[in-house]
């Protein structure tokens, strides 16, 4: 009987008829993948996506990515490491080459392009007709020579691939006299200056209004770093304190108390005053005669 139901099978399974009407042929075919143009696993990636058991095939299967950012960015292997992940989407070294190109052609160095790497893994993802050419015509435009754009790439690579760097540096050149040197300078303590500009201009036009000039501001921003970029309230209350001590807007010490104070508590100048007092002998009436005597 067994032998009969087995050879009753296998006809239903060769038979042409029984192939493509039987409940069974139709279910090996529901789970079979058709081949054909429109329907072909390799013509679909969501049905790759979906659960087909073909593999995955990368455009370029041998790009490495770390070995790229050892062998030709020049990173150290702790250091590609670390980024490599970052760039896991990466599927060819066209990009990265286009950017590395871009890179040279500004005058980096060997050291210079692995610096800046290992400090912006995503600087190779920039597109360079698109995004990074466009930002050096507009900084040529502000006078920028190609060494001095090296300069401003090195210190904050993940500003400079954003378009809006132009009109940031557009703003601050004229804060600082035209010196893109002292620009730079502040920039490397801060590189926040180029990201917080809704937070420096209101900033900027209440020290103005303290009598402070755009001198006097420069100086600050490289001086304390953080005072043009903290919040407003944080910087209203720092003139509060200096005035405090008894030094006035407007006056040729308001700057220099102004960085004594800044970014400590009432409690800490407090504290500080009163052993000064105590230290040289004066009163608090001397004190303020003291300070208004320097002014």
């Known amino acids: 009987m067994l032998r009969r139901r087995g050879r009753v099978l296998i006809q239903m399974l060769s038979s042409p008829s029984a192939s493509t009407s039987s409940p069974l042929h139709r279910l090996i075919s529901a789970t079979r993948p058709q081949v054909n143009a429109r ?13 087909a058991t073909a593999p995955v095939v990368s455009p370029n299967p041998s790009f490495a990515v770390e070995e790229y950012l050892v062998s030709t960015c020049g990173l150290t292997r702790p250091q590609a490491l670390k980024a490599s992940p970052k760039l896991a989407h990466l599927r060819s070294a066209a990009n990265p080459d286009a950017v590395l190109a871009f890179l040279a052609g500004r005058g980096l160095s060997g050291a210079d392009v692995a610096a800046l790497v290992a400090k912006d893994p995503k600087f190779l993802c920039a597109g360079v007709d698109k995004g990074l050419s466009p930002i050096v015509a507009g ?25 809006s760097i132009v009109a940031k540096l557009h703003y601050y050149l004229p804060l600082f006299g035209g010196s893109l040197e002292k620009l730079l300078r502040a920039i490397n303590f801060n590189t926040n200056l180029l990201c917080c500009k809704r937070r420096v201009e209101p900033n900027v036009a209440f020290l103005r209004e303290c009598g402070l000039g755009d001198g006097d501001i420069a100086k600050l921003c490289s001086s304390i770093p953080r005072m043009v970029t903290a919040n407003m309230e944080r910087v209203r209350t720092m003139v509060a304190l200096t005035e405090g001590l008894g030094v006035p807007r407007g006056s040729g010490m ?26 040289v002998g004066w009163s608090d009436a001397e004190h303020q005669r003291k300070v208004g005597h320097k002014l």
């Open 254 to 279: 308001f700057r220099h108390a102004l960085s004594a104070v800044a970014f400590l508590d009432e409690k800490k100048i407090t504290a500080k005053v009163d052993h000064l007092k105590k230290t």
């Open 39 to 51: 329907s072909s696993i390799l013509s679909s990636p969501r049905r790759l996506l979906s659960g």
């Open 139 to 163: 900084l040529s435009g502000l006078g920028l020579s190609d060494p001095e754009m090296a300069r401003l790439l090195s210190l904050a690579p993940h500003k400079f691939r954003c378009r």
